[in-house]
């Protein structure tokens, strides 16, 4: 099966900008998607095909790729942008998704 | 506006079934393809099981398969999810979400349908 790798958590200071990764097996060739999800909210697409952000989304929230590495950065962080992100790619017409990472911003 | 709204959620024992349904509004049902996402508590997202537009081509995660069927009836803009054999492990928040097929996002969710498997 396949396997995308995020980190558990990250931290950033408000104002700073926070980089959260996802890592997988030719993901430099495969679409990435990320989704912010709230405490008691549904998850909430925040990036489309790695570098799309969709209508709504502010401007601070950006994506690229690295090689097998999908990075979702959100600059000038705010205190609302504290939340857990998912990353998500297609394989085989079956959705993955990523572990998560907690952003914490203190 | 686009709406998903799920029923059908409860409290069920181990080896019991249940149906969960999607209804959907705001958008052309028969043009986008469905998801069933699974969400165990303080867990992270685990896709269940998708569906073409057409209802041709159906997808399951290898831990639902062979227990779970997706169904959609565009009629009635509304899509299924019948679990049967449930499990302990099966038990989460269980959202649809719509997409517009294979490689795309999937771009709205509903707010989610709890199951609870227990005994």
């Known amino acids: 099966s396949y396997d995308l790798t995020q980190p558990p958590s990250v931290s950033v200071s408000p104002g700073q900008t926070a980089t959260i990764t996802c890592s997988g097996d030719?993901?430099?060739?495969?679409?990435t998607f990320w989704y912010q999800q709230k405490p008691g909210q549904s998850p909430l697409l925040v990036m489309s095909?790695?570098?799309r952000r969709p209508p709504g989304i502010p401007e601070r929230f950006s994506g690229s790729n690295s090689g097998n590495t999908a990075i979702l950065a959100i600059s000038g962080t705010q205190a609302m942008d504290e939340a857990d992100y998912y990353c998500q790619a297609w394989d085989n017409y079956n959705v993955v998704f990523g572990g998560g990472t907690k952003l914490t911003v203190l | 506006e686009v709406q998903l709204l799920e029923s059908g959620g409860g409290l069920v024992k181990p080896g019991g079934s249940l149906r969960l349904s999607c209804a959907a509004s705001?958008?052309?049902?028969?043009?986008?393809?469905m998801n069933w996402v699974r969400q165990a508590p303080g867990k992270g997202l685990e896709w269940v099981s998708s569906i073409t537009s057409s209802g041709y081509y159906i997808h399951y995660a290898d831990s639902v398969k062979g227990r779970f069927t997706i169904s959609r009836e565009n009629a009635k803009n509304s899509a299924s999810l019948q679990m049967n054999s449930l499990r302990v492990e099966d038990s989460g928040i269980y959202y649809c979400a719509r997409s517009e097929g294979d490689l795309t996002p999937l771009d709205y969710w509903g707010q989610g349908a709890l199951v609870t498997v227990s005994s």
């Open positions: 705001g958008f052309t049902f028969n043009k986008y393809s």
């Open positions: 030719n993901l430099e060739n495969k679409y």
């Open positions: 095909k790695t570098t």
